[in-house]
């Protein structure tokens, strides 16, 4: 992601959380913003009104993942993909260490999350906002809400440090069940970089990442 704060690369940019109206905010909301005379932005500040199991604490997307709740300063609710289509992975790094990583997604004043988050050393997947809903990982609102955001722990300019074949693995069967639940192809179009997101000031997941061998394993993982 570029912009978690840390001793040696620190914080540069962070996305804005910016908070759009669904459908299901306006048909469970209209009601009630108009007795209280609030205004129409309002509506879309309302909780979500989701129902079902991924209401229950602990529940992830992914069977692989562990629940590690991001701020909900740093997402927006949602219900994809019935309001807005799920149709790219960004592949972000974290330049940070994982605990790091994870206590700024957790901060309210980062501004900023992940859908996931990898270690580097053995592959452990954190999930910390549901996939339904909206990320502020891109610094783009429309890639937002289309896409699902896989933070890698490390530092692109150290790739035999961090870019392990462990953590490649994981992020590979995480992406590969992503792509097949939502049915997005398995490409460099659909899977990208976050530096490849329009309007991006972010380098990562940088040079050195093997894209070619990434999408080789995602490819693998999905048969």
Known sequence: MNDIPNPRHPATHRD?????????????????????????????????????????????????????????????????????????????????????AARAFRDPAHQAAAHYLIRSSDGHLAQMVREADVAYHAGNREWNERSIGIEHEGFVDAPDRWFTDTAYRASAQLAADISTRYDIPIDREHIVGHHEVPGATHTDPGPYWNWDRYLDLVRAAAK
Request: net charge positive; proline share 6%.
């Open 16 to 100: 804005p959380p910016r908070r759009a109206i669904t459908r299901r905010a306006l048909l469970l909301g209209a009601g009630a913003a108009a007795v209280a005379g609030l205004g129409f932005a309002a509506v879309a500040e309302l909780p979500s009104q989701r129902s079902g199991p991924l209401e229950r604490e602990g529940t992830v997307d992914q069977s692989a993942a562990r629940w590690t709740a991001a701020s909900d300063a740093n997402y927006r609710y949602a219900n994809r993909p019935d309001d807005y289509r799920i149709d790219r992975i960004v592949i972000h790094v974290t330049q940070s260490r994982y605990e790091d």
